[in-house]
Each structure stands twice: as structure tokens, then as C-alpha cells.
């Protein structure tokens, strides 16, 4: 592997043109949902996936609901695959977000979702999956073949492409105009300084990672490529949610990576990172505002809840730099494979 261009690395700066090709090829998939949540008005969006597709329902679950105001319900894939359950969704509508659109368990759900009188949707990577085959509406992400174990621009073109639908079906001008900005966000955020962030992470035997909103999903997928990547053990909080009872593990020098855009958490975010500073712990913001000596500065798009992706795009460099420091193979964990298929 070359220390400088491991897969990881290389996929993470392909985000970027992955979006773009989004854009530009699924604008009417885009009007066309748009114009199906407008006349069934679901009284609720349900959603399921598994690993990073999971985060990324996580972001689309804050986003959709504070822009259009209607729940979004992940219901757990053994649901239908292990325990058989029926699910009532008339009216519904089911979307299921899957790199490879293959595992029974999410097929499963799909299934029984379609059969239960909702409209599925399927986000995939691979636009002929079983799972995609069986969906009423494909939404393909394009962001092309992905060969590292970790996934990266897989998860940001799912993400971007739950973010376009949300603009779709709330005509959010604001969300419509980050979008634009986007990719150029995702290009630029491979270019930020996280250099001062290694030397505390190295050694490190525990982190905690976090975010409100969809900065708080953002810290779920940053948590998890902690483990898989570098084998660091990471948790990831609500901000909010630290000030309970995680807090009782904060330590002098303990590290916590915030990801903090500029949107309606900014003040409460910074009086907590704040107060976990007291308290001995090592923050380290990832922000386009100047939160403190240690934060790592990353692009705006202009759209705070959009911010958190680029803000992720650049934690995918650190933490790829910090496994092979910590003498791991980012691309290739040992005891995890690309494709898991679960029932």
C-alpha cells in the first residue's frame, strides 16, 4: 500500500465528483419524489439500513424532519427477516439505503414494507441489486465502484442524495442552496490541517465523538470508522447527551472530536464543548468557525446542517492518516469484509 494513497484515501477524495454526478443525473428521480411525498403526505417516513447507511438514514432523519416536519422511523431489519412481523404502512412511504443493496435482512424489510402499503425507495450504490430490482423507485448514488472496506465517498453520495430528496420535498431555499455548494465543500475539506489532532489520538485508548443534529449523526459514522479503521475504541453522544451520564468518563487529557457547523445548535454546542474543557477533556472542534485553539477548520457550504458532511470528509483523512500511524491497513480490516450480508 502506499503510505500516501491507500484506497480510503483515494475514495475519500472521489466524494466530491460523486456528488456532482448525483446531481446532475438524478435532478428528475429528485422532482419525481418530491412530487410523490407532496400527494400522498406520508404521516411518516420509514427507513432502514445497516453499518454507515445507517448514519447516513441518521442525517436524512434530522434533516427531513426539521425541514418538513414529518417523523422518520427506522424500523430494525430483523423485524421482518427474523421475527416475520407484518408491518401497516399504507400511505407510507419506505426507503432503504444500501451500498450494495444486497443483504437478505434489509431485502427482507423492503418486502414486507411494500406489502404493508408503502412506497419504496431504494438509495443504492449498485443500481441492479436485488434490493434495487425489487424497490418501486431507484435512487442511484453513482459514487462508482468502492474497493476500501470502509466506506466513504458511499456514504456521502448516500447522504447528499437523502439531502437533495429533502430539498425536493420541502423546498427548502437554503438546503437548495448548500447543496449547490456541496461538492466544492467536499473537494476543499480533503485539504484540512488536522495535523495537531495525531499526536493526541496515536496513543489514545478511548474517544468520544459527537454532534447535535445532523452533526450528532456525522459523530456516529466518525465513531465508527475509528473502530474499524484504526481499532481506537470511539463512542458516539449527543453533546447534549454527554452532559449525563458519559461525562462520568471524561478524564484529563481525554480526547472528544465535536462536530459543531454553524446552524442552531452553534451556542449550546460551544457552552458544552466548553464545560467538557473544564473538566480536563481535549476537544477538538471540527468547524468552519474558530472554536478554540485545537479545532480543525473545514469549508461551509453556507447550509449549517449540510456542514457536517464536508466536516466528515475531512475526519476521513485524519483517521485514515491515524490508522496507518497506529500501524494498521485502513483499507483492509482483518476481521471485516466489504460486503455484509446479515439476516
Known sequence: MNEAHSLMYRETGEAADAVGRLFAREEKTFRELGRLIAERRPPVVTVAARGSSDHAVSFFKYLFEIS??????????????????SLRLW????????????????????????????VTVAVVNIADSPLAQAADIVLPIHAGEEKSVAATKSFIASAAALAALT??????AAL???????????????????GHALPLLVNAQSLFTGGRGPGFAVALEAALKAKE?????????????????????????????????????????TAIMDRLRGMGARVLPFSSRPLGPDVIVVPST??????????????????????????????????LKKVTETV
Open 167 to 172: 430539498q425536493a420535498a420541502s423546498g427548502n
Open 229 to 269: 479503521t484504526a481499532k481506537l475504541h470511539a463512542e458516539a453522544f449527543s453533546l447534549a447527551e454527554l452532559m449525563h451520564g458519559p461525562m462520568q468518563l471524561v478524564e484529563e487529557g481525554f480526547p472528544i472530536l465535536a462536530f459543531v457547523p454553524e446552524d442552531e445548535a452553534l451556542a449550546s454546542s
Open 91 to 118: 400511505g407510507g412511504l419506505h426507503l432503504t439505503v444500501s451500498q450494495s443493496g444486497a443483504s437478505p435482512d434489509i431485502i427482507a424489510v423492503q418486502e414486507e414494507a411494500k406489502r404493508g402499503g408503502a
Open 68 to 85: 418538513c416536519g414529518i417523523p422518520v422511523a427506522s424500523i430494525g431489519p430483523s423485524v421482518a427477516s427474523v421475527y416475520r412481523a
Open 176 to 194: 437548495g442552496a448548500g447543496l449547490k455548494r456541496l461538492p466544492e465543500a467536499l473537494a476543499a475539506a480533503c485539504d484540512a490541517d488536522h
Open 302 to 335: 453556507g447550509c449549517g446542517q449540510l456542514d457536517p458532511l464536508a466536516a466528515l470528509t475531512a475526519y476521513y483523512r485524519l483517521v485514515e492518516r491515524l490508522a496507518r500511524e497506529r500501524g494498521f491497513d485502513p483499507d483492509r480490516p482483518d476481521k
